[in-house]
């Protein structure tokens, strides 16, 4: 099996981490009768780590059909080499990095961590825009 297909599966685990990690700190916050209900009622703000979790979630979100797309791509097309797989690991920690250092709201190092994780993704995506 291709290495990328391995690493996106790791990008799942990953999107699990982060869907349970917000619900975890917004059901501490607002209980457990929020979380198993229809959450209908207007709430206050999330706090900062709630918040922070969120934002982190959401911004995984936006950049993970990419990564799909990058990584199944190249197996499809039958581009895949060691420059595919070292991008796929390349964003992959990246995204494993980025997201304590955004709940703990560490700022510059998370965005130097965001952009290193789209150098991954391009160096991926590359052989999919050559003709």
Do not use: C
């Given at each position: 099996?291709?290495?990328?297909?391995?690493?996106?599966?790791?990008?799942?685990?990953?999107?699990?981490?982060?869907?349970?990690?917000?619900?975890?700190?917004?059901?501490k916050q607002y209980?457990?009768?929020?979380?198993?209900g229809a959450r209908?009622?207007?709430?206050?703000?999330?706090?900062?780590?709630?918040?922070?979790?969120?934002?982190?979630?959401?911004?995984?979100?936006?950049?993970?059909?990419?990564?799909?797309?990058?990584?199944?791509?190249?197996?499809?097309?039958?581009?895949?080499?060691?420059?595919?797989?070292?991008?796929?690991?390349?964003?992959?920690?990246?995204?494993?990095?980025?997201?304590?250092?955004?709940?703990?709201?560490?700022?510059?190092?998370?965005?130097?961590?965001?952009?290193?994780?789209?150098?991954?993704?391009?160096?991926?995506?590359?052989?999919?825009?050559?003709?």
């Open positions: 099996m291709p290495v990328e297909l391995t690493i996106l599966a790791w990008g799942m685990i990953l999107l699990l981490v982060h869907i349970f990690a917000a619900a975890h700190v917004k059901t209980g457990p009768k929020w979380n198993m209908d009622e207007t709430l206050p703000p999330l706090n900062a780590v709630a918040g922070r979790l969120s934002r982190a979630q959401a911004n995984y979100m936006e950049t993970l059909p990419i990564a799909i797309v990058a990584l199944i791509g190249v197996v499809v097309a039958g581009r895949t080499s060691e420059w595919t797989a070292l991008g796929g690991w390349i964003w992959l920690a990246a995204r494993v990095i980025y997201l304590p250092l955004y709940g703990f709201g560490i700022p510059v190092v998370r965005t130097i961590i965001f952009l290193s994780g789209l150098v991954g993704l391009l160096m991926t995506l590359w052989p999919l825009l050559r003709i």
